[in-house]
Nanobody, 123 residues
Framework: VQLQASGGGSVQVGGSLRLSCAAS????????LGWFRQAPGKEREFVAG????????LYADSVKGRFTISRGNRKNTGYLEMNSLKPEDTAVYYC?????????????????WGQGTQVTVSS
């Protein structure tokens, strides 16, 4: 499956962005979806994950209550709604797909990765 992330940009503190992850090539519903991010000089970290059906969702503690992951299997698209953005949310955001049934926080569970989209939050 090929993934294309989009929707990044520059916003001020407290602003919102909605990232999209468009999938092509294979049945999107056969894959769990994850969002990860990588800030300069830091390792790539888990942000949010959603199971194949959408019924199982995980969030990193740092984004709980502010970010919402969702998916539209008929549209072959995943989403990450980001609200109340903080400067520490600044990073390149990647979507990833894995064959596991459930949501996962583990990078190694994801077999396919999109190219990343930059999110910059300024004060």
């Amino acid at each position: 499956v090929q993934l294309q992330a989009s929707g990044g940009g520059s916003v001020q503190v407290g602003g919102s962005l909605r990232l999209s992850c468009a999938a092509s090539g294979r049945a999107f519903s056969n894959y769990a979806l994850g969002w990860f991010r990588q800030a300069p000089g830091k390792e790539r970290e888990f942000v949010a994950g959603i199971s194949r059906s959408g019924g199982n969702i995980l969030y990193a503690d740092s984004v709980k209550g502010r970010f919402t992951i969702s998916r539209g299997n008929r549209k072959n698209t995943g989403y990450l709604e980001m609200n109340s953005l903080k400067p520490e949310d600044t990073a390149v955001y990647y979507c990833a797909a894995g064959r596991q049934l459930w949501a996962s926080i583990n990078r190694n569970d994801y077999n396919y990765w999109g190219q990343g989209t930059q999110v910059t939050v300024s004060s």
